[in-house]
């Protein structure tokens, strides 16, 4: 099954049946079935990258951080929290609202609360690595130059280039 963009549906995908002998159902179940698989590959590293985070605040070199660091620390591990319950919600939203079928609603929704997290952990990696970039080199310059090219990267290879690679095969 492939996504592709009709003439004229502004940014809105349809599916197109790519093995004619499944119904309709069972091509939304398998879509969906990747999205939530997609979600299950993701998350263990997320959840990993929230564990550093909070063995950080334990750690003595943390007590002397200043505490504006300190601050930017708790946002990023807030943003990453956001990342997590984002993730994780498509399943919980799936078994309380559709545990026996699968609906085009269900699918769009997933995919948004998927695509939703990728922002809170953009920039909750971009926070961490501006103050670990400011704790190597005490240069608040350099550190907020690691953290926009930080986000420059995660916003191309997340956001703008799966979005002119849609768009280049829609023609």
Known sequence: ???????????????????????????????????????????????ALFGFQLIAVFNQRFEALDPLLQRIHLAAVCLVVIAIALIMSPAAFHRQTHPHHVTEGLLRVTTRFINASLVPLMLGLALDLYLVAMMITAS????????????????????????????????
């Open 1 to 47: 099954m492939e996504r592709e963009t009709s003439p004229g549906a502004d940014r809105k995908s349809v599916l197109r049946v790519v093995s004619p002998g499944k119904n309709e159902q069972e091509q939304l179940k398998t879509v969906l079935q990747h999205a939530l698989d997609e979600a299950r590959m993701v998350l263990p590293g997320v959840q």
């Open 140 to 171: 608040a310059q350099l550190a907020a130059l690691l953290a926009v090219a930080a986000i420059a990267g995660f916003g191309f290879l997340w956001f703008i280039f799966p979005h002119v690679s849609s768009a280049g095969r829609a023609r």
